[in-house]
C-alpha cells in the first residue's frame, strides 16, 4: 500500500484548505483511512477516517465541525476539507490506512505541512 498526501501550504485564520491523499497498491475497500496531525513540539494525534467501504466517517473533537473527509472510490483518493482554519491547527498532517478489523494504522504517507497564520 502507498499512500500520497498533498495540498498543504500556508493559510490564513479563518480560511480552509483541502488536502487529499492517493492510495495505490490495492483496493480499500476493506481499509479504514485516515488523516492524523502532528503540530510542532506535540506528538501525533487522530483527525478523521472514513471507512472506504461505506462511507462511515469519525471525527476528533478538535475539527469536528470544521473538517469533512471524505473519499471518491474512482480516483482511489480521499480528502480532507478544513474550514475556518485557526493557528492551532498548524501541523504536518498524514493519512494512514488500515485493514478493518486491525487495532492500528499501519499504512502511512509522507505529510503534507498547513500552516494557519494569524
Do not use: H
Not at 27 to 42: C, D, E, H
Not at 71 to 90: E, G, V, W
Amino acid at each position: 500500500v502507498q499512500l500520497q498526501a498533498s495540498g498543504g501550504g500556508l493559510v490564513q485564520a479563518g480560511g480552509f484548505r483541502r488536502l487529499s491523499c492517493i492510495g495505490s497498491g490495492r483496493s480499500f475497500n476493506i481499509y479504514t483511512l485516515a488523516w492524523f496531525r502532528q503540530a510542532p513540539g506535540k506528538d501525533r494525534e487522530f483527525a478523521a477516517a472514513i471507512r472506504y467501504g461505506t462511507g462511515a466517517t469519525y471525527y476528533s473533537d478538535s475539527v469536528k465541525g470544521r473538517s469533512t473527509i471524505s473519499r471518491d472510490k474512482a480516483k482511489n483518493t480521499i480528502y480532507l476539507q478544513m474550514n475556518s482554519l485557526k493557528p492551532d491547527d498548524t501541523a504536518v498532517y498524514y493519512c494512514a490506512a488500515k485493514i478493518l478489523y486491525e487495532p492500528s494504522y499501519n499504512f502511512w504517507g509522507q505529510g503534507t505541512k498547513v500552516t494557519v497564520s494569524s
